[in-house]
C-alpha cells in the first residue's frame, strides 16, 4: 500500500509539472506577441510623430508666409482653452441649477403626482 500511494502522489506531482509547463509555454508565446505587437505601435507611432512633424512645419510656413505668429496665436489658444477650465471650476453651482430646473420639468410632465 506504501508504494501505490507513493505513486500516486508522483504522479500527481508529473502531472502538475506537465501543466505548469505548458501553462508556461502558453506564457512565453503571449510575450512574443506582446513584443511584436509593442514594436509594430513604436514603429507606427514613430511614423505618426514624424508626419505630425513634417505638417507642424508645413503649417507654420503657411502661416509665416500669410503673415501670422504662431508663436502668439498658440498663446491665444493656450489662454482661451484655460480661460473656460478656470469658469467651470469657479461656476459649478450655476451649472448644477439648469439640471435641478431640467429634473423639474421633468417631474411635472410625467402626471405622477394625480
Not at 506504501?2 to 509555454?25: C, F, I, P, S
Not at 506564457?27 to 505630425?52: C, F, G, P, S, Y
Request: no cysteine; charged share 35%.
Amino acid at each position: 500500500m506504501g508504494l501505490g500511494g507513493a505513486t500516486k502522489k508522483l504522479q500527481k506531482v508529473a502531472d502538475m509539472g506537465e501543466e505548469l509547463y505548458a501553462r508556461m509555454n502558453e506564457l512565453r508565446e503571449q510575450i512574443v506577441e506582446v513584443r511584436e505587437t509593442v514594436q509594430d505601435t513604436h514603429e507606427r507611432v514613430a511614423a505618426l510623430e514624424n508626419k505630425v512633424d513634417q505638417q507642424a512645419a508645413l503649417l507654420e510656413a503657411i502661416a509665416e508666409s500669410e503673415g501670422i505668429d504662431v508663436d502668439e496665436l498658440l498663446t491665444e489658444v493656450a489662454i482661451e482653452e484655460a480661460e473656460p477650465a478656470i469658469t467651470d471650476a469657479e461656476g459649478d453651482d450655476p451649472a448644477a441649477v439648469p439640471d435641478a430646473e431640467d429634473g423639474d420639468r421633468g417631474d411635472t410632465g410625467t402626471g405622477s403626482g394625480e
